[in-house]
């Protein structure tokens, strides 16, 4: 048992809503519940919860947005998010806007649970600081990037590939290691997609500023370097 630990559960299908907050409940969980995406971001920023149960398909605001308002203002309650059966796509969006876990629908209660006492057990996290690398500036809660200053615009995916860099600056990570930070431990397709993604940040933080920063060591990985 749980007892004492408080939970928000942002589900716009009331029979599975009250069945999880049923079975939740019986556990020692205290259940929160929000039918759409605007009520469950005031009851997330109005109230204190140990984890937030938040499904991607909700009226008038979905969960990405939800949980990437929250994670902007600053808000690192551990959340799971509730994604579509075989949404691969999905789930990459989910860890992008800043969701600590997810799980495909239709989902195995046991599972549910043992996963949220996962996450509650981690507690939630600080609210990142902003990393420098040289000239560059990596601000992980607000997800923007600037480089001398001028403020580079990054997809989602890209920022997660650069923040993997950054916070090992100056270290070689290998290609496994950015999928394993940047996509999801499940990721199984073209370990190649991260020469992609390196390709298209050395366009946007590197050529237009004359720099060298992101550097490719052969049969090693990659290294961001902030004297180049």
Not at 36 to 45: V, Y
Request: with cysteine; glycine share 8%; net charge negative.
């Amino acid at each position: 048992m749980v007892w004492g630990m408080r939970v928000l559960l942002v589900e716009d299908e009331r029979r599975l809503a009250e069945l999880v907050k049923s079975g939740l409940a019986d556990e020692g969980f205290a259940v929160d519940i929000a039918c759409d995406g605007t009520e469950g971001l005031w009851m997330a920023t109005e109230n204190s919860y140990d984890a937030i149960v938040l499904d991607v398909m909700l009226p008038r605001l979905n969960g990405y947005a939800v949980c990437r308002r929250l994670r902007e203002a600053g808000n690192w309650t551990p959340i799971m998010m509730l994604t579509a059966k075989d949404g691969e796509y999905d789930e990459a969006e989910a860890l992008d806007t800043g969701a600590d876990d997810f799980l495909s629908k239709p989902f195995s209660y046991v599972v549910l649970l043992a996963r949220l006492r996962a996450l509650v057990r981690r507690g939630g996290r600080e609210r990142p600081v902003s990393l420098t690398v040289g000239d560059l500036t990596i601000d992980p809660a607000g997800m923007r990037c600037r480089r001398a200053g001028t403020e580079v615009s990054l997809t989602p995916k890209e920022f997660a590939v650069l923040h993997a860099l950054a916070r090992r600056a100056g270290e070689v990570v290998s290609k496994a290691d950015l999928l394993a930070q940047a996509w999801d431990f499940a990721y199984d397709g073209d370990p190649s997609i991260v020469e992609v993604y390196i390709s298209a940040l050395r366009r946007k933080i590197d050529a237009p500023f004359g720099r060298s920063s992101l550097v490719t060591v052969r049969g090693a990985g990659y290294r961001l370097d902030g004297h180049r």
